[in-house]
């Protein structure tokens, strides 16, 4: 059974609301359950910085969403969880990948162009107040995703256009230098991908609307009181079109449910009934995660532990697959040039080329410096096991190839000879 690789980040801004949950946390902790996938979380303090200049909110924002997604059911030990600051391979590859995507496709980005009109409609300079780190938050995004060679990214409708634009960047390194990255695709829950707040709005800390996750309950109770809704009288049928109410409680509650309470309306149910109805079905989901919850936050050397141990398993994947890319737009140690004039070294050193094919296995090459094929594997069901195979081959050389000659096959009058001699320069630029 092939696998299919989900990725997904929250930005370590401030304190996990509901939106967070129904939109993210809860969608990918359920996908990270699959045995047919991958599953790669972050904490995404480096885009915390675009808007945020507190360090104190920021340390305290990603305990609380390690916490939030922990106590959620998700599984260290089963995915990749990891703090994006914590690999650096990422920034390097948004510099890589700012070096193919065009500046015209970022000025069309949804969050440049609504700081621009904004500034415009109030008369001052356009570009007031608009950093560069927000005009490049797509590409720092679609290194996030292009690094782990991600196919699915669930996200809210608002940012399906940073998907896109990922995929136009994965195409452009592609055409420039080789199959590298696997365009990306937006997976979308259409009914919870974007929660209302209490004003009617996108739930969002920069609204200031939002319903945090483990609000105890009296203040949850409070806070789903509050959410605005029309002055309809009780007895007065009243429409589920446009009610944030209404909107909240779908993403919590079954269709069977969702449907009576859509009949409630019809039959005019007092809004004061219809938020307790809300509260209490939202409460009977989050109140048992309350508990480990806190007791996580009690324990932030836990969560620590936890961060650098998913680093060290998302830098197993990134730092090689860095080396790969660095060698792929030439940025190589000198000393591996041939004595060949560089224009015609068409490699300077050998490499190992991965991809997938239609059949939905993914498959790797070795070609010399002069592109000439040396090995090409079968097919695998993961570009984890694909990748574990090259590592095989780079660390124990051609020693390795009678273990693996089931999943091998040698190109034309190759010798093994030729292998280990591209095998050993590949080891010999890796230790220098």
Same mark, same amino acid.
């Given at each position: #059974? +092939?696998?299919?690789?989900?990725?997904?980040?929250?930005?370590? *801004?401030?304190?996990?609301?509901?939106?967070?949950?129904?939109?993210?946390?809860?969608?990918?902790?359920?996908?990270?359950?699959?045995?047919?996938?991958?599953?790669?979380?972050?904490?995404?303090?480096?885009?915390?910085?675009?808007?945020?200049?507190?360090?104190?909110?920021?340390?305290? +924002?990603?305990?609380?969403?390690?916490?939030?997604?922990?106590?959620?059911?998700?599984?260290?030990?089963?995915?990749?969880?990891?703090?994006?600051?914590?690999?650096?391979?990422?920034?390097?590859?948004?510099?890589?990948?700012?070096?193919?995507?065009?500046?015209?496709?970022?000025?069309?980005?949804?969050?440049?162009?609504?700081?621009?009109?904004?500034?415009?409609?109030?008369?001052?300079?356009?570009?007031?107040?608009?950093?560069?780190?927000?005009?490049?938050?797509?590409?720092?995004?679609?290194?996030?995703?292009?690094?782990?060679? %991600?196919?699915?990214?669930?996200?809210?409708?608002?940012?399906?256009?940073?998907?896109? #634009?990922?995929?136009?960047?994965?195409? *452009?390194?592609?055409?420039?230098?080789?199959?590298?990255?696997?365009?990306?695709?937006?997976?979308?829950?259409?009914?919870?991908?974007?929660?209302?707040?209490?004003?009617?709005?996108? #739930?969002?800390?920069?609204?200031?609307?939002?319903?945090?996750?483990?609000?105890?309950?009296?203040?949850?109770?409070?806070?789903?009181?509050?959410?605005?809704?029309?002055?309809?009288?009780?007895?007065?049928?009243?429409?589920?079109?446009?009610?944030?109410?209404?909107?909240?409680?779908?993403?919590?509650?079954?269709?069977?449910?969702?449907?009576? &309470?859509?009949?409630?309306?019809?039959?005019?149910?007092?809004?004061?009934?219809?938020?307790?109805?809300?509260?209490?079905?939202?409460?009977?989901?989050?109140?048992?995660?309350?508990?480990?919850?806190?007791?996580?936050?009690?324990?932030?050397?836990?969560?620590? +532990?936890?961060?650098?141990?998913?680093?060290?398993?998302?830098?197993?994947? %990134?730092?090689?697959?860095?080396?790969?890319?660095?060698?792929?737009?030439?940025?190589?140690?000198?000393?591996?040039?041939?004595?060949?004039?560089?224009? *015609?070294?068409?490699?300077?050193?050998?490499?190992?080329?991965?991809?997938?094919?239609?059949?939905?296995?993914?498959?790797?090459?070795?070609?010399?410096?002069?592109?000439?094929? &040396?090995?090409?594997?079968?097919?695998?069901?993961?570009?984890?096991?694909?990748?574990?195979?090259?590592?095989?081959?780079?660390?124990?050389?051609? +020693?390795?190839?009678?273990?693996?000659?089931?999943?091998?096959?040698?190109?034309?009058?190759?010798?093994?000879?030729?292998?280990?001699?591209? &095998?050993?320069?590949?080891?010999?630029?890796?230790?220098?």
């Amino acid at each position: #059974m +092939s696998s299919t690789r989900f990725l997904t980040g929250i930005t370590t *801004s401030g304190t996990p609301h509901l939106g967070n949950y129904v939109g993210s946390i809860r969608p990918s902790v359920r996908a990270s359950l699959r045995a047919d996938v991958e599953s790669f979380y972050f904490l995404a303090d480096y885009h915390a910085l675009i808007k945020i200049d507190e360090p104190a909110r920021i340390q305290r +924002s990603t305990l609380e969403i390690a916490a939030s997604w922990l106590a959620a059911g998700l599984d260290p030990e089963r995915v990749v969880f990891y703090r994006q600051s914590d690999v650096p391979e990422i920034p390097e590859l948004t510099w890589l990948l700012t070096c193919v995507i065009g500046k015209g496709v970022l000025n069309r980005a949804h969050a440049y162009k609504a700081a621009v009109d904004k500034n415009t409609a109030a008369g001052i300079d356009p570009e007031s107040d608009v950093s560069a780190g927000l005009f490049m938050y797509p590409v720092l995004m679609g290194a996030d995703i292009l690094m782990f060679n %991600a196919h699915k990214v669930p996200v809210g409708r608002d940012q399906v256009q940073h998907i896109e #634009m990922a995929r136009d960047m994965a195409h *452009s390194f592609n055409h420039r230098y080789g199959d590298h990255f696997v365009p990306p695709e937006a997976e979308i829950e259409d009914n919870v991908a974007t929660l209302p707040g209490l004003d009617g709005r996108k #739930m969002s800390k920069s609204y200031d609307n939002t319903i945090p996750l483990f609000a105890p309950r009296a203040q949850l109770k409070k806070l789903i009181a509050s959410i605005v809704t029309d002055s309809r009288a009780p007895g007065e049928p009243k429409d589920t079109e446009g009610s944030a109410l209404f909107q909240i409680y779908q993403a919590f509650a079954t269709p069977e449910e969702s449907s009576t &309470l859509r009949q409630a309306y019809a039959d005019g149910i007092a809004w004061s009934d219809a938020k307790q109805i809300v509260f209490e079905r939202i409460d009977d989901e989050i109140a048992p995660l309350r508990e480990v919850y806190q007791a996580l936050l009690d324990d932030p050397a836990r969560i620590e +532990s936890i961060l650098r141990a998913g680093a060290a398993k998302a830098r197993h994947i %990134a730092t090689p697959f860095m080396g790969r890319l660095r060698q792929a737009v030439g940025l190589r140690d000198l000393r591996t040039q041939s004595s060949k004039t560089a224009k *015609s070294v068409k490699s300077a050193l050998p490499i190992f080329k991965q991809y997938r094919e239609n059949d939905g296995q993914f498959y790797f090459k070795l070609l010399d410096t002069d592109g000439r094929l &040396l090995l090409q594997s079968t097919g695998f069901a993961s570009p984890k096991v694909a990748g574990q195979t090259i590592a095989t081959l780079q660390t124990q050389g051609a +020693s390795a190839l009678n273990e693996l000659k089931d999943q091998l096959q040698w190109g034309l009058d190759v010798q093994t000879q030729d292998i280990d001699t591209a &095998l050993q320069a590949l080891r010999d630029a890796k230790t220098k």
